[in-house]
């Protein structure tokens, strides 16, 4: 059989290429996705300011949420914290006593960034400050003289070089939302790259100007000559024995820089991974339908080896050596794109804000075996189920069934189809009925797959019943080219399952994932921010806006109130609240006197103006789950993992799954990260116009530098969560979808191919070029049509449930292009690849191609 596997993969080649075609692009996919998850688990960091430092001790940038029991310290979530958590700096003596260390230093950041003309000038991603001590932890090499007293600065080179400064010159320096003058008594040059601006201060002005006063980012150690780093890592860790504490070598380093990289890792890793789940389904059904096709073709050649003796057994074993013989080249030779394919792609998600730039990519040997064996695997299922019935059928009835095959009903098919139907159909009940807002995607995402799954199992039949609704339309318009057209279609209902199979799931895939975004998004935007009133939104890109700011606004003309704006998240620790394990609960900060009025919020009990001081205002649903009421006390876990006692003074409805807790700006903004309010919400009063009214308040922001004035779509809420990631799952399920597509358009080549010899004869006995063109066209445009009414109803039968439960109607939200671009792409390919190989074929003289080789 091996002897005949060779010979078939010669004399067939077409089919055989399509094949290798399939299995190369999916092991392309699985390896890059391979390599984004790779750098999830990993999270290489390389440090750029604490280079220098062999261990950095930092706090850990996760909190544990118990599970159930609050007691239970074993069953607990780590979730990543939405802001910096800060240790002490008394820990530097502790440290220092630690056997192998040669010193100690404490470093700290603050939001600093210098002004030019007005305008900030910041190199990199942001602006820090800090003090000088720690740029030894660089090291960094001066130019000039360290910042002795206050009102000096040193700058780094590249700052200072934008800046157009140089030693000895004056500088303007915004840092908590003031512009002062500096003294450049310095230009440090860093050890390397790096992605953030550098301002370091004396150590009076670094504990004046830092609003986290008596904190630490992180402790940098300096090890002794000849000391094991990997070692003293360890003592270090013994010595400090704090759980909130994390102490990092290597690579991990970077992560007391950029904590934020932390909270990618969360994202990252799911997202490669429903990505990668996705490829290796679509895999699996695209060359199946390939694989299958092929084998099909070849049915009386089967069947004629049958008849001379060859067992089921042999069959089998031959199309399955076949195919490994193409899956192995194809596996090997996928892993090449994948090279370039993964730094791709991980750069579009860094950009797109899903995981911070300062990740390294690492794209180990896992992904380079892990994948070919996937795409092997692939092959292998395929293969299994493609030669299964025609090893098994009778010889004379393959040989009578070798030129139209009309038997395809087996028991697995029709059962397996059932259970996914009913897996689909549960997994709508859940999303319907259990799920709430933004995480009902869970359960809508994998029911797509089941509807897709049950539909291909029994697509033969749908085809077949869907080309006879088709046919009288069809015959109608088109006349004896539509005739032709359906009843091929109709008579040849397998054959065209392999094509319609593709198609329907790419559409599927495609309108399923698109409409399932846009619609959270929508409902992200009106739950989140609808809630908020805003005529313009200011902005601050130099670290946040000073308290008095709001007062100054609400004096300007044309403002009829002015609040300060902070988002941020948290958990509710006591009472203890398990709904929130997975995700934390999202903050909104905002004014106490304008909560009223600028949230637009009504309540169901108490009062928002009361939201002063250490208050809160809760969703009702968070207050039937932890048993509370306005005027009790709650202990509220904020995004720094300290805990606030709060009271609670407000109880307001809100939908399901988009609540958010509300507290005093002041408040929350004091345990973010830059302690700040970075935005301004500002309401007009009645009859002023939008230009008058931002003309008045940039008179009034005209020395807050770096100030943007926008509209209300400015705010930053926990929708931008799934605005950041919306355009790359766009991106990710486009190319699944084009995988798929390229599956359409192998199938159908191959099988407009393998019909030479009918289309010859049809030309012998009178028909035109042009008629079988036609005939061919006509053929394709029912494929298409078929496909994308399959697809649709797989798609609509998921988004129906999931819009009902996310937007309140049945209608997802998006624009119809969307669909009308899917369906357009679908029509395309399938008049492409069936008319140009058609055209080809017609070349051959009728005579010919009527008595080929099948």
């Known amino acids: 059989?091996?002897?005949?596997?060779?010979?078939?993969?010669?004399?067939?080649?077409?089919?055989?290429?399509?094949?290798?075609?399939?299995?190369?692009?999916?092991?392309?996919?699985?390896?890059?996705?391979?390599?984004?998850?790779?750098?999830?688990?990993?999270?290489?960091?390389?440090?750029?300011?604490?280079?220098?430092?062999?261990?950095?001790?930092?706090?850990?940038?996760?909190?544990?949420?118990?599970?159930?029991?609050?007691?239970?310290?074993?069953?607990?979530?780590?979730?990543?914290?939405?802001?910096?958590?800060?240790?002490?700096?008394?820990?530097?003596?502790?440290?220092?006593?630690?056997?192998?260390?040669?010193?100690?230093?404490?470093?700290?950041?603050?939001?600093?960034?210098?002004?030019?003309?007005?305008?900030?000038?910041?190199?990199?991603?942001?602006?820090?400050?800090?003090?000088?001590?720690?740029?030894?932890?660089?090291?960094?090499?001066?130019?000039?003289?360290?910042?002795?007293?206050?009102?000096?600065?040193?700058?780094?080179?590249?700052?200072?070089?934008?800046?157009?400064?140089?030693?000895?010159?004056?500088?303007?320096?915004?840092?908590?939302?003031?512009?002062?003058?500096?003294?450049?008594?310095?230009?440090?040059?860093?050890?390397?790259?790096?992605?953030?601006?550098?301002?370091?201060?004396?150590?009076?002005?670094?504990?004046?100007?830092?609003?986290?006063?008596?904190?630490?980012?992180?402790?940098?150690?300096?090890?002794?000559?000849?000391?094991?780093?990997?070692?003293?890592?360890?003592?270090?860790?013994r010595t400090l024995a704090d759980r909130k504490l994390v102490v990092l070598a290597g690579d991990d380093r970077g992560a007391a820089e950029f904590p934020e990289a932390v909270g990618g890792q969360a994202q990252l890793i799911p997202l490669s991974g429903v990505f990668a789940g996705m490829t290796v389904f679509v895999a699996i059904f695209v060359v199946a339908s390939t694989l299958g096709l092929s084998v099909q073709q070849r049915q009386k050649e089967i069947a004629l080896l049958r008849s001379i003796g060859a067992t089921p057994r042999q069959i089998r074993t031959m199309v399955r050596r076949e195919a490994l013989v193409v899956a192995v080249g194809a596996a090997i030779l996928g892993c090449a794109p994948g090279v370039f394919l993964g730094p791709l792609l991980y750069h579009i998600v860094s950009d797109a804000g899903v995981i911070s730039p300062v990740v390294e990519f690492h794209q180990g040997f896992v992904p380079y075996l892990a994948a070919p064996a996937i795409g092997i695997f692939a092959a292998m299922v395929a293969a299994y189920v493609a030669g299964r019935r025609p090893s098994k059928i009778r010889p004379t009835a393959g040989i009578a069934e070798a030129a139209v095959q009309r038997k395809w009903v087996s028991w697995p098919r029709v059962v397996f189809s059932i259970l996914f139907f009913a897996a689909g159909f549960a997994l709508i009940l859940v999303t319907a009925i259990v799920m709430q807002g933004a995480v009902a995607s869970a359960t809508a995402g994998p029911a797509v797959m089941c509807w897709a799954i049950s539909i291909a199992l029994i697509s033969p039949g749908l085809t077949r019943l869907l080309a006879g609704v088709l046919s009288l339309p069809v015959r109608a318009?088109?006349?004896?080219?539509?005739?032709?057209?359906?009843?091929?279609?109709?008579?040849?209902?397998?054959?065209?399952?392999?094509?319609?199979?593709?198609?329907?799931?790419?559409?599927?895939?495609?309108?399923?994932?698109?409409?399932?975004?846009?619609?959270?998004?929508?409902?992200?935007?009106?739950?989140?921010?609808?809630?908020?009133?805003?005529?313009?939104?200011?902005?601050?890109?130099t670290g946040g806006f000073p308290a008095e700011t709001v007062e100054a606004l609400r004096s300007a003309p044309g403002v009829e109130d002015a609040s300060a704006y902070v988002t941020s998240a948290g958990w509710i620790n006591k009472p203890y609240d398990g709904s929130h394990v997975e995700s934390p609960w999202p903050l909104q900060g905002v004014s106490g006197a304008s909560a009223a009025s600028i949230t637009g919020v009504r309540t169901s009990a108490g009062n928002l103006g009361d939201l002063r001081g250490d208050t809160v205002a809760l969703p009702e649903v968070a207050g039937k789950n932890v048993g509370v009421g306005v005027g009790d006390q709650i202990t509220l876990r904020l995004g720094d993992r300290s805990a606030v006692d709060l009271r609670v003074v407000a109880l307001y409805p809100a939908k399901k799954g988009f609540e958010t807790i509300l507290l005093p700006a002041d408040l929350l903004a004091a345990h973010s990260t830059t302690g700040l309010s970075r935005q301004i919400l500002v309401t007009a009063t009645p009859g002023t116009s939008r230009d008058a009214l931002t003309a008045s308040l940039r008179e009034k922001v005209a020395g807050h530098p770096g100030t943007m004035i926008e509209g209300r779509d400015a705010i930053t809420t926990f929708a931008e969560r799934t605005k950041t990631q919306a355009w790359v799952n766009y991106l990710l399920v486009a190319l699944v979808a084009g995988y798929t597509m390229i599956s359409v358009a192998n199938t159908l080549i191959v099988a407009t191919a393998g019909r030479r010899r009918e289309l010859g004869m049809q030309r012998l006995i009178g028909a035109t070029r042009k008629q079988a063109l036609q005939m061919l066209s006509v053929e394709a445009g029912m494929v298409a049509i078929i496909g994308v009414v399959l697809g649709t109803i797989a798609s609509v039968a998921t988004l129906l449930p999931f819009s009902i439960v996310v937007l309140g109607r049945p209608v997802p939200s998006g624009p119809i292009w969307i669909y009308l671009a899917v369906v357009a792409g679908a029509a395309v390919l399938s008049f492409a690849a069936t008319v140009l190989p058609g055209r080809r074929v017609m070349l051959t003289r009728p005579a010919e191609a009527a008595v080929a080789v099948e």
């Open 1 to 237: 059989m091996t002897y005949l596997a060779w010979r078939t993969l010669r004399y067939r080649k077409l089919a055989f290429i399509a094949t290798f075609i399939a299995v190369f692009f999916g092991v392309a996919l699985i390896v890059a996705c391979g390599g984004l998850m790779e750098t999830g688990i990993r999270l290489a960091v390389p440090p750029q300011r604490l280079a220098a430092a062999d261990v950095v001790v930092s706090g850990k940038q996760t909190y544990g949420v118990p599970k159930k029991d609050p007691q239970d310290t074993k069953n607990i979530k780590s979730v990543p914290l939405a802001e910096r958590y800060w240790i002490d700096p008394g820990l530097v003596s502790k440290i220092q006593g630690v056997p192998g260390v040669e010193r100690a230093v404490a470093e700290s950041s603050f939001a600093a960034t210098v002004v030019r003309n007005g305008a900030p000038v910041i190199v990199g991603t942001q602006s820090l400050g800090h003090g000088w001590e720690s740029a030894q932890l660089g090291p960094y090499k001066l130019d000039g003289q360290p910042p002795a007293q206050a009102g000096q600065v040193v700058l780094d080179r590249a700052v200072a070089k934008l800046a157009r400064v140089k030693v000895g010159d004056r500088v303007d320096v915004v840092v908590g939302g003031v512009a002062s003058s500096y003294e450049v008594t310095g230009i440090a040059a860093p050890p390397g790259e790096v992605s953030q601006s550098a301002l370091f201060f004396s150590g009076d002005d670094e504990r004046r100007l830092n609003p986290h006063t008596g904190t630490s980012d992180a402790i940098g150690v300096l090890a002794k000559p000849g000391t094991d780093v990997a070692a003293l890592r360890d003592r270090i860790e």
């Open 477 to 541: 318009f088109f006349g004896l080219a539509g005739y032709l057209g359906t009843v091929n279609v109709r008579t040849r209902a397998v054959r065209v399952a392999s094509a319609v199979t593709p198609i329907m799931l790419a559409v599927a895939l495609a309108v399923a994932n698109f409409y399932l975004q846009t619609t959270q998004n929508e409902a992200a935007e009106r739950y989140y921010s609808d809630n908020l009133r805003a005529d313009l939104v200011l902005s601050s890109t």
